[in-house]
């Protein structure tokens, strides 16, 4: 057995443009002993066009359980592993966090290769604040949820970041505008470094509007980017969750009140404790 271990390197790859693959992600890809691919088919088109002859082994969501005690052992044996997912950076929306964390708490080496991230080139562009931003991921199918979750950010001061497929952008852009206002300013950008890179900006329900009439804005992926709430939207949020909350309490005790206040409006549950004095 090797005395040192191998290292874990989490390579990011292109979300497009073959192109945006670095050359240093381009050496590791081809040197390493072993890639852990989220679909060993998917890269094994780009790992063929950079003449990578590196064995792949599947870690996508369903099998990175058991994987992981595998590519530990592999790399505690000394040989190096490089991560990729389908596009972009893994762990981003993508797997890779159990390997991460369990090769850390092995005392393995991780190391990134950073390239491209869809919600970080979609800020990158899209001329709204990016000194602070939430990135949120994707939303849930179940419109419910969704909305749910769309409450609890309405009172968000910061640029919110959101992933959608084409099945749902216009649905998820319909929600934001009936929960955020339909004046609020946001940005939806589509198949960023392809052939049909768009990116529209506009208020929510410009947006709605040019989404629907065109199927085109309907299809490949999407990044959704959200101007946060302005201080007035935000005391607006706050003043709602008060009267809700005063009401809930008149049957309920306060914890639960302020749970179910914040949960309806949006506002920060923090803050409606502290509308009470306690
Ligand atoms: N790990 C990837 C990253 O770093 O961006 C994201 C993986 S996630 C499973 C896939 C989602 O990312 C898509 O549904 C879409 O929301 C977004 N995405 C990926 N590539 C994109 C592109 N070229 N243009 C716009 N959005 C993209």
């Known amino acids: 057995m090797n005395e040192q271990p191998g290292r ?30 989220e679909d060993t088919r998917h890269s094994g088109a780009l790992l063929a066009r950079i003449g990578s002859r590196a064995p792949t082994v599947a870690l996508h969501e369903h099998n990175e359980r058991e994987q992981v005690a595998r590519l530990i052992e592999g790399l505690r044996q000394g040989g190096d592993v490089a991560l990729v997912s389908d596009a972009g950076t893994p762990l981003i929306s993508d797997p890779g966090f159990r390997l991460v964390r369990a090769a850390r708490e092995a005392g393995i080496t991780v190391s990134p ?28 199918a179940k419109a419910s949820a969704r909305r749910e979750r769309l409450q609890q950010l309405a009172a968000e001061s910061r640029t919110l970041i959101f992933y959608e497929s084409s099945h749902r952008i216009l649905e998820a852009v319909r929600d934001m505008a009936m929960v955020f206002g339909e004046q609020r300013h946001a940005v939806v950008a589509r198949e960023l470094t392809k052939v049909f890179e768009t990116i ?36 607006a949020t706050l003043a709602e969750g008060r009267r809700v909350f005063a009401l809930l309490c008149a049957e309920m005790a306060p914890a639960r009140a302020a749970r179910m206040a914040a949960a309806i409006t949006g506002a920060p549950r923090k803050r409606l404790y502290e509308a009470t004095g306690d």
Do not use: H, M, Y
């Not at 290769?113 to 849930?140: N, T």
């Open 8 to 37: 874990l390197w989490v390579v990011a790859t292109p979300i497009g443009n073959l192109d945006d693959l670095s050359k240093r992600a381009a050496e590791i890809l081809g040197t390493v002993g072993l890639i852990a691919a």
């Open 113 to 140: 290769v950073p390239g491209p991230c869809a919600a970080i080139a979609a800020l990158s562009v899209a001329g709204l604040p990016s000194d602070r931003f939430v990135f949120e991921g994707f939303l849930a």
């Open 200 to 235: 529209l900006s506009g208020s929510l329900i410009e947006l709605v509007e040019r989404i629907d009439a065109d199927p085109n804005q309907q299809r490949g992926e999407f990044v959704i980017l959200v101007a946060g709430a302005s201080g007035e939207e935000a005391d």
